[in-house]
């Protein structure tokens, strides 16, 4: 079965983590603190999950996600990810994170900065323009007329294929806005960011969203 490594067990980490458990995955959850801290989300997912460093998280990880504060983007083990498929749900928020100047000025996106720093590893952007509640309440089957839709986009086929898969095994239709450097269309306050929207809305959010905010 495979297994995701998750850097990250807040908000996002863990539903992403339990929805993830529901449809059969192993998980291994990390945080800044250390293993220890994470007993009470562990015992409440039970035993296809267990706590590891982030290094040990990514070292585990068939596939592994980023869901962590953006600013401690780069503090993410690079090593242990190289050749994998990393999914990033990072948004950047300047009050929370720091101004980053080529954000600021719509020269880079957010998962953009993680793949340099990743650059071995094949980061696809997902999960960031959900509200965390709604991962384990929003999904429903395949074909369910006006299924939510979310957005992947990435460099590497293979990776906007596994997020596809696993988007679906949860209950929600693919947006595909590869490459990349496009993936800014979804980022934070643009208009397909967070609001419910099935796939036709959706694109039509990316279709317009504004590069700079
Ligand atoms: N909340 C949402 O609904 C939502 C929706 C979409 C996207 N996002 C985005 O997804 C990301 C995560 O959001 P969240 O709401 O899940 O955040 P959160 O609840 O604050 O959780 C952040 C997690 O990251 C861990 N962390 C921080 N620095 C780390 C490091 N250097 N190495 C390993 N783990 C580290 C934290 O561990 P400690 O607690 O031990 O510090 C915590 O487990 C953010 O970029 C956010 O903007 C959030």
Excluded: C
Aim: no cysteine; glycine share 8%; proline share 6%.
């Amino acid at each position: 079965m495979t297994t995701i490594g998750f850097i990250g067990a807040g908000r996002i980490g863990s539903a992403v983590a339990r929805a993830a458990i529901s449809h059969g995955y192993d998980v291994v959850l990390s945080n800044s603190r250390g293993p220890e801290t994470l007993s009470d989300l562990i015992a409440e997912l039970g035993p296809k999950a267990r706590a590891a460093t982030a290094a040990e998280a990514a070292a585990a990880a068939d596939v592994a996600m980023v869901t962590i504060p953006f600013r401690a983007h780069n503090q993410v083990p690079v090593e242990p990810l190289a050749g994998k498929i990393v999914l990033d749900s990072n948004n950047y928020y300047f009050e929370r994170d720091g101004h980053v100047d080529e954000l600021d000025r719509g020269e880079a996106t957010v998962s953009g900065l993680l793949q340099r720093h990743l650059p071995s590893s094949k980061v696809a952007k997902a999960f960031n323009h959900i509200e965390s509640g709604q991962i384990g309440t929003d999904g429903t089957p395949a074909g369910t007329p006006n299924r939510r839709a979310l957005a992947t986009s990435s460099d590497f086929p293979e990776a906007v294929a596994w997020v596809t898969t696993f988007y679906d095994e949860l209950g929600f239709d693919t947006v595909d806005t590869s490459p990349l450097s496009e993936s800014w269309r979804v980022e934070r306050d643009r208009p397909a960011y967070v609001s419910r929207q099935n796939a036709e809305e959706l694109l039509e959010n990316l279709a317009k969203a504004p590069r700079t905010i």
